[in-house]
């Protein structure tokens, strides 16, 4: 099972979250993908082979072409992480604005 870990890393890359985002509006194959981002068409397809085993894309089969398309399960996780990160920082900040940090009581 993918983690957060992996899609994190996977969305290091510039490229790669360009490539993700080619995506937000609809399935679309490696070629239709190449014309929006900057690098080659294999470039393309070894980017969105990242993303896939990071679960944030998934992909079928269309005649002879492989059509890709933003995973929403897998974004899902990494927005429940994120939301986690958010509400810890949020929860914090309040803690310490109301004098209840750590070493006070």
Do not use: C, I
Not at 27 to 45: G, Q
Not at 86 to 97: E, I, N, S, V, Y
């Amino acid at each position: 099972m993918e983690t957060y870990a992996d899609s994190l890393a996977a969305l290091a890359d510039p490229t790669r979250r360009r490539v993700l985002e080619a995506l937000g509006d609809g399935p679309k194959a490696v070629v239709d993908v190449a014309r929006s981002v900057p690098v080659s068409r294999p470039a393309v397809s070894q980017h969105l082979q990242v993303l896939k085993r990071a679960g944030l894309v998934a992909d079928e089969r269309r005649g002879n072409r492989r059509v890709y398309r933003v995973d929403p399960e897998g974004l899902a996780r990494l927005r429940a992480y994120l939301d986690r990160l958010w509400d810890d920082a949020l929860t914090g900040f309040a803690d310490a604005a109301e004098g209840r940090g750590k070493g006070r009581t």
